[in-house]
């Protein structure tokens, strides 16, 4: 999850246009319906699902999930995802949901299928995240089927006072003390971290430590689902409770995300392999060249002439490398580029090893 401006993209007009049939907006329909007669049954919005607006959400993320960064546009078709749900709030029997913000652009987000809808997934289980590897064919060594995804939770912080009422303005909003990231309002690296390391390598996600020692924390698999114990073991172990309930609900480290953003890592460690190999390579040329012109200088002219060949001749290979170390640096920044998949692994993994 990367930190995403929402203003470079304007709110689609069809979230607040009229329907030409009666000449009410979505909201003033969604309003007579919840305060009217019928307003147990429920109320079909149609707006959000709009092209106009599936189009700007992708412009916004790139084409990606606004969790895990996984690009859904060539695998699956996007769920519109609703921050606040819109229908019914998991664990409040008694919220109605927070259908006044059903077509606000500020509540919508992309989400892919396995981070919106409840599913079963191969979790990590572990206190630590060291202890957590993948084996040889792909699975996790220490995991349990959990039911991870958003679908209607949002849980707030103990203080939080929920918003049941419209209009839900954004100090009512900030008042509730969301634990779930939205990367549009939150910064994901205050809350989230990646432990990169090249002997460990698995991309594991975990809730950031809040103490100036820094370091991560893998919520308890145990606690699935139950916000309030994700939060007391947080706050126990002194970590971002957003960031710890972000990664359980979510399912930010169900395996096929975790297989993927592995992937990325390996990626990188091969370009900085060949990257490594490329330089040393150039290096080692560019000494024989060296020793080869000073030779020159001390040999016959018929002599020099040959040597000048070889000369010629590894100069043009020190280019050849000198423009395949440039594409790997290219790659490099590809692959941190708000549009790549997981830039957010790869941002971590680049501050690791190649700060500077």
């Known amino acids: 999850m990367i930190r995403v401006d929402r203003s470079k993209v304007p709110p689609p007009a069809v979230l607040s246009e009229p329907f030409k049939s009666d000449g009410k907006t979505e909201l003033e329909r969604a309003s007579e319906h919840m305060n009217g007669p019928d307003k147990d049954k429920t109320f079909e919005f149609s707006r959000y699902k709009s092209a106009e607006v599936k189009e700007a959400l992708e412009k916004l993320f790139h084409g990606k999930c606004a969790y895990c960064e996984s690009s859904y546009s060539s695998i699956q078709p996007v769920d519109v995802e609703h921050f606040r749900p819109k229908g019914k709030v998991e664990g409040d029997d008694v919220h109605p949901g927070y259908w006044w913000l059903a077509m606000e652009w500020t509540n919508l987000l992309p989400s892919c299928i396995d981070c919106n809808r409840r599913r079963n997934q191969r979790t990590p289980k572990a206190d630590r995240l060291d202890l957590v590897k993948l084996t040889r064919d792909g699975d996790l060594n220490r995991a349990k089927q959990l039911a991870t995804g958003k679908a209607c939770a949002f849980p707030l912080a103990d203080d939080g006072v929920r918003c049941a009422l419209p209009p839900g303005t954004e100090p009512e909003l900030i008042a509730e003390k969301a634990l779930l990231l939205d990367p549009t309002r939150d910064n994901p690296e205050d809350h989230l971290v990646f432990v990169v390391s090249r002997e460990h390598q698995i991309s594991l996600v975990g809730a950031k430590m809040q103490s100036a020692a820094g370091g991560a924390f893998l919520p308890p698999a145990d606690a699935a689902g139950e916000a309030d114990a994700i939060r007391d073991a947080a ?15 979510y399912g930010l480290n169900r395996l096929g995300l975790v297989q993927a953003r592995t ?18 390579l150039s290096l080692e040329i560019a000494e024989r060249n060296k020793a080869l012109t000073k030779k020159k200088k001390s040999v016959s002219a018929m002599a020099g002439r040959d040597l000048q060949v070889q000369i010629d001749f590894n100069a043009a290979i020190q280019r050849k490398i000198l423009f395949y170390t440039n594409e790997v640096k290219t790659r490099f920044s590809e692959m941190i580029d708000p549009k790549a998949p997981y830039a957010a692994v790869s941002r971590a993994w680049v501050r690791a090893y190649l700060a500077d």
């Open 235 to 249: 706050n126990k172990a002194e970590v971002s409770a957003k960031g710890a309930i972000s990664i359980q609900v």
């Open 263 to 280: 992937r990325v890592l390996r990626d990188l460690e091969l370009l900085l392999e060949i990257s490594i190999g490329l330089t040393e």
